[in-house]
Structure formats: C-alpha cells, structure tokens
C-alpha cells in the first residue's frame, strides 16, 4: 500500500532514530533540556523572532499562539476553510473564547478587501472586536497553496496601522519556502506570531514550535503548562526536529514533484499543485478512495465529492511513479 492521506504518516528514518537515541536532555519544564532550547533557538532565528516555544502539537500551538493576540470575547479573522476554523474542533472557542468570521477565497489566499470589510474596530459594549487575523501557509485545504508574499506584506502593514495582529499557520511553511525560494525570514517577517509543525513534510514523529516575540513566548510557555503541556527529558523529540531541519527541508521538492505527477494521473492540472497536496474532484469521492485502495493506493475524502492527495518522506519516486500508474488506471469519473 502506498499511502497519500497525509504527510503525519511518515515514519521516522534510521539516522533520524540515531540522533533521537544520542540526544542531550534534561527537564524541558525547567528549561533545562539542551536539545530543546537548541531547537528554539534556532527556529526563533530561521524566522526572524525573539523566541520560540517546543510544542506537543500544531493544534495546541494555534491555540496558544491565537490567544497570544486574541482576549476572551474578542475575534480572529481567517479564510472559511482554514484549519484552525475548520479542523481543531473548536479549541479555539471551548478554550480560549476566540471567535472567527471568515473570507472564502478558492486558493486560500488573503483577501484584502475582504478583510477590511470584516474589520471590526473597538465599538465599545456593541460589536465583537477584531484583534487579529490569521492566514495559513501553505493553506491545507485549498489544495497545498502557497500565499503571496506581496499579499501577506500588505495584510501586515494594514494591520499594524489598525492594531490588528497577525498569526501565521505555518504548519507547511517550509512546503512554501521550498516551492517560492522565499527566505523563511520574510515569512516571518509580516507575523507576530507563527505556529510550525516539524511532524508534517519534514517528517519529525511529534512536534511544532510556536514562533513570536520573548513575552509572547514567555506567556505561553504558562498556558503551555496551565493546559497540560508541559513535557520533561523532550529533547528526545526535539533532536527528531533539528535533524529534520538538517536534512529533510530540501528534499520538499521531490515531494513537490511527485506531486505534480499524481496531480497529472488524476486529471488535474499540475501547474496548478503548487507543493505536496492534491484535490482531486470526483462525483462520488467515498467510490474514488475505495477504488484506489483496491489499486493499493490510500488517499483519503476531505469532503463529499473532493479527495486529497499528500506526498511525502515515506514515498520516493518509484511509490509515486506506481501510485500514479495505479490512479490513472481507475482513470476520470464515469459520465
Ligand atoms: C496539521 C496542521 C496543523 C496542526 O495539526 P496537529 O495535528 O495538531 O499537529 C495546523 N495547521 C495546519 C494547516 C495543519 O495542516
């Protein structure tokens, strides 16, 4: 079985179970752990921040990081499919509550204009106030795509001037340094605070790292603890981590690449799949999943007629090249 469902299904390799094995560690609730604050610190620097916090997950670290911006009661803006919208069951609301208006927008792109006019300025004791707007990069269920940089530039320089904060869903961020060129530092450059997944592409078991500035940071390191967060000798994780930064950011784009053969399989445009995610549309998306598994190929509906596709460290070019043989075979929908 080839499986494309997601690139959380990655396994981590022998050199990267080594340098798991070898790590320094100590107690991370003390700050003590070596192999942690190594991590941070060199995340913290790669985005052009003050600090960065080791998180147990991307979910909690959109919380933490969403809260960092957004007091109870107030809003946050972000597109209708993102995923702190759509896939954290609420975490945002049940824990922090945050609530969200959303722009559509088919690319997952920011909307300026949009935003705009969702903004809500302080009014006092009669409208919901605006205290942030999040954008995700790469945006997960419009299909992998990456945000112009130009865009994100000028939401950042409107929202400073309205004082609106900007929280950035990097958990594919560098799928979106890899596929542009875009240093990493700019990305972080038009956010106050960023969360990052080392458990997506780059193929770490565990693990995001929650980006901004040293108070932020500090406070979330309290929500951190406060929310059942705290970890102990996790420098184990941490190093699964550094070494992916050492030696799995590169290799994106062959991921990239196989996607855009799998894309071309399907009958989708492949100049349209801009990094390792693939929509394909279907009539009957439940029929083309089981299809495919009987093909030996697993992929996965994220909607009634719409399956997606991921790459990733677990599949090189010989799965790809047979998972695109395979997709193409079962072939376009039946009229
Ligand atoms: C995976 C993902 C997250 C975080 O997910 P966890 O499973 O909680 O680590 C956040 N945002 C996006 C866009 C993601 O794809």
Not at 136 to 150: K, M, Q
Not at 204 to 213: C, E, I, R, T, Y
């Amino acid at each position: 079985m080839i499986d494309l469902r997601s690139d959380t299904l990655t396994t981590p390799t022998e050199a990267m179970r080594q340098a798991m094995a070898r790590a320094e560690v100590g107690d991370d609730v003390y700050a003590e752990d070596p192999t942690v604050l190594a991590l941070q610190d060199r995340v913290a620097e790669t985005f052009g921040h003050e600090a960065a916090l080791f998180m147990p997950t991307g979910s909690m670290s959109n919380v933490l990081a969403v809260r960092s911006l957004v007091q109870l009661g107030q809003e946050v803006l972000c597109e209708s499919s993102a995923h702190i919208a759509r896939a954290e069951l609420g975490a945002h609301g049940a824990y922090s509550g945050v609530t969200m208006r959303t722009w559509t927008h088919p690319r997952g792109h920011v909307d300026l204009d949009a935003v705009r006019a969702l903004h809500a300025p302080d009014m006092g004791p009669f409208f919901v106030r605006t205290a942030a707007v999040s954008v995700e990069n790469t945006h997960n269920f419009a299909g992998g795509t990456v945000l112009p940089l130009d865009l994100l530039r000028d939401l950042r320089e409107w929202a400073t001037g309205v004082g609106v904060g900007i929280h950035l869903d990097g958990a594919r961020l560098w799928n979106a340094h890899v596929a542009t060129g875009t240093p990493l530092a700019e990305y972080g450059a038009t956010a106050d605070v960023l969360s990052v997944c080392l458990s997506k592409g780059l193929g770490a078991p565990v693990g995001s790292v929650l980006v901004g500035d040293a108070d932020t940071v500090a406070e979330a390191r309290v929500w951190r603890k406060r929310m059942g967060g705290g970890m102990r000798q996790v420098g184990i994780l941490a190093a699964a981590g550094l070494h992916a930064l050492d030696h799995h950011v590169e290799r994106l784009a062959d991921d990239h690449a196989h996607a855009r053969l799998l894309a071309e399989a399907c009958g989708v445009d492949p100049a349209a799949v801009e990094t390792n995610i693939v929509v394909v549309e279907r009539p009957d998306a439940a029929r083309f999943v089981e299809a495919a598994a009987e093909a030996g190929v697993r992929v996965a509906t994220v909607g009634p007629r719409t399956v997606r596709l991921v790459t990733h460290l677990g599949v090189d070019r010989d799965a790809a090249e047979r998972a695109a043989a395979a997709l193409a075979r079962i072939g376009a929908p039946a009229a």
